[in-house]
Structure formats: C-alpha cells, structure tokens
C-alpha cells in the first residue's frame, strides 16, 4: 500500500517533465519535416464578349422644371422735379394697366412757367448786351484801322480797342442764359410725369394736393412687355443646356407649358 502511494508521487512529479518533453520532441519533428505544397499550374480561361461598332450621332436631350412667371422690367416712377398735385390718371392706381407715354400724374405748373418767363427774359437781355457790343467791336475795329502802323502797339492794346475780352464775356452770358432756359423748360415737363413702359400698377403712394420731393418715389410699374420663367435645374442637368453668348450661339430651345386646368394647357416655344 505504502508503494502505491509512493509511485503515484512520483508519477505526479514527472508528468509535467513527460508532457514539456513530448511536446518539445513533436515541435521539433514537425519543424524539421515540413509539409510539402505542390504548386498547380494555372488553366488558361478565356472569356466571351460581343463587339459592336460605335457610331456618332446626336440624341435630345428633355430638360424638365417648374418656373415662376414674372416680369423681366420693373421701374420704379421717381419725381424728378417737387410740387403740389393737381392731377392723378385712373392709370395710376394698384392693379390699372397702363400704355407706355400715358399721363398718369401732373403737379402744380404756375411756379415753373414763371421762371420759364424769367429765363426768357435773361436770355433776351444777354443778346441785348451781345448786340450792343457787336456794335462797340465794329467802333473799335474801324478805329484800329485808322492808327498807323507807328502808333499801333501790341496785343494787350489791340485787345482793348477791339474789346474782345467785352465780347467773349458777353457771348458766355447769352450762353448761360440759354442753358438756364433749356433747364427750365425741361423742369416745366417734368411737371407731367408719364408711364415709362406699358405695364401695371404694383404700388403707389400719392394723392391729389399731396406736395411731393424731388427724389420722391410715387409708384412702381411692372413692365408687361417682356416676360420671363425663373427655374431650378440641377447641376447634373445644367450641362446639357447651352445658352447665347455675345458671338450670336444660339442657346438650347424652350418649350414653355402652362397648364390652365381641366386638360387645358398653353404651349410656347422659345
């Protein structure tokens, strides 16, 4: 019993020893015969296609979007001289369509046509003067003649005799007074202001006997000449469309839809 006992210690002990040993004795057989892979030749493998000729032509392309139809032109109706309003056209009312040169607003005209009388008058009296001092020139030219060559002097007396500095101050004083009528008059006309395009009323802000500014807004006119249907194309899209340039390209063609309800519709090509 007490061997028993004694050979199962020692078979406990040397286990380990046995099992490191072992595993050791089979590494290294494994490691000095390793496994052998034989390489295979690969196979030749040919795959089947179909070949067709390309040929160049053109296809078309359908572009498609929704727009919003608006008016290209839109003008806002600027006072370009001040005064009392006196006169106010049917045409000038939110929602009225009016024709391009209409009247449409009139301002109190007494006070520019008196200063119209005024600058005539000014204008009058500068060719006065003018023609007075062509008359003084004559005077001092038929005197220059008269003086001998001994006793004529230089520029500086000429010019005195000939009064040619009197004449060019009184030629620019008829001039400025030309430009002041011309003035005047053009304030007197703009006294009526008229529709600048045919087109329709969006807002006003005026009414009769209202005094109004130079600079003033009176009203905005959407212009009904020229339409033109604002759209959103997508950048993938957007290469297949060209558009004018300056050297007379033609852009791509548009076909305009405006579907009115029950199957109707309105088609415009552009």
Same mark, same amino acid.
């Given at each position: 019993?007490?061997?028993?006992?004694?050979?199962?210690?020692?078979?406990?002990?040397?286990?380990?020893?046995?099992?490191?040993?072992?595993?050791?004795?089979? %590494?290294?057989?494994?490691? %000095?015969?390793?496994?052998?892979?034989?390489?295979?030749?690969?196979?030749?493998?040919?795959?089947?296609? %179909?070949?067709?000729?390309?040929?160049?032509?053109?296809?078309?392309?359908?572009?498609?979007?929704?727009?919003?139809?608006?008016?290209?032109?839109?003008?806002?109706?600027?006072? $370009?001289?001040?005064?009392?309003?006196?006169?106010?056209?049917?045409?000038?009312?939110?929602?009225?369509?009016?024709?391009?040169?209409?009247?449409?607003? $009139?301002?109190?005209?007494?006070?520019?046509?008196?200063?119209?009388?005024?600058?005539?008058?000014?204008?009058?009296?500068?060719?006065? =003067?003018?023609?007075?001092?062509?008359?003084?020139?004559?005077?001092?030219?038929?005197?220059?003649?008269?003086?001998?060559?001994?006793?004529?002097?230089?520029?500086? &007396?000429?010019?005195?005799?000939?009064?040619?500095? $009197?004449?060019?101050?009184? =030629?620019?004083?008829?001039?400025?007074?030309?430009?002041?009528?011309?003035?005047? &008059?053009?304030?007197?006309?703009?006294?009526?202001?008229?529709?600048?395009?045919?087109?329709?009323?969006?807002?006003?802000?005026?009414?009769?006997?209202?005094?109004?500014?130079?600079?003033?807004?009176?009203?905005?006119?959407?212009?009904?000449?020229?339409? =033109?249907?604002?759209?959103?194309?997508?950048?993938?899209?957007? &290469?297949?469309?060209?558009?004018?340039?300056?050297?007379?390209?033609?852009?791509?063609?548009?076909?305009?839809? $405006?579907?009115?309800?029950?199957?109707?519709?309105?088609?415009?090509?552009?």
């Amino acid at each position: 019993m007490a061997s028993f006992k004694l050979s199962s210690a020692i078979l406990s002990k040397l286990l380990p020893v046995i099992i490191v040993a072992a595993g050791i004795g089979i %590494s290294g057989a494994i490691a %000095s015969n390793p496994p052998q892979v034989k390489a295979k030749k690969a196979k030749n493998t040919a795959q089947l296609v %179909s070949v067709i000729k390309a040929n160049l032509q053109t296809e078309q392309v359908n572009v498609s979007g929704f727009g919003v139809v608006q008016a290209r032109k839109t003008q806002q109706l600027i006072m $370009q001289v001040g005064g009392v309003v006196v006169q106010q056209s049917q045409q000038l009312l939110v929602g009225a369509k009016g024709k391009q040169g209409e009247s449409l607003l $009139q301002l109190d005209v007494h006070e520019y046509q008196m200063k119209e009388i005024q600058a005539r008058a000014t204008q009058a009296s500068a060719q006065a =003067e003018l023609t007075d001092e062509l008359g003084q020139q004559y005077v001092g030219q038929q005197e220059w003649q008269r003086l001998e060559d001994s006793a004529r002097g230089g520029d500086l &007396q000429k010019r005195l005799i000939l009064r040619i500095d $009197q004449l060019q101050a009184k =030629e620019a004083a008829l001039a400025s007074a030309k430009s002041s009528l011309a003035l005047t &008059q053009l304030d007197l006309r703009r006294t009526h202001l008229q529709a600048s395009c045919e087109g329709f009323v969006e807002s006003e802000n005026i009414e009769i006997g209202q005094v109004v500014k130079v600079g003033e807004q009176v009203a905005t006119l959407v212009c009904s000449d020229t339409f =033109e249907v604002v759209t959103n194309i997508s950048l993938e899209e957007l &290469q297949w469309l060209s558009f004018p340039d300056e050297n007379g390209q033609q852009g791509s063609s548009v076909k305009i839809i $405006q579907t009115l309800g029950k199957g109707k519709s309105v088609v415009k090509d552009v």
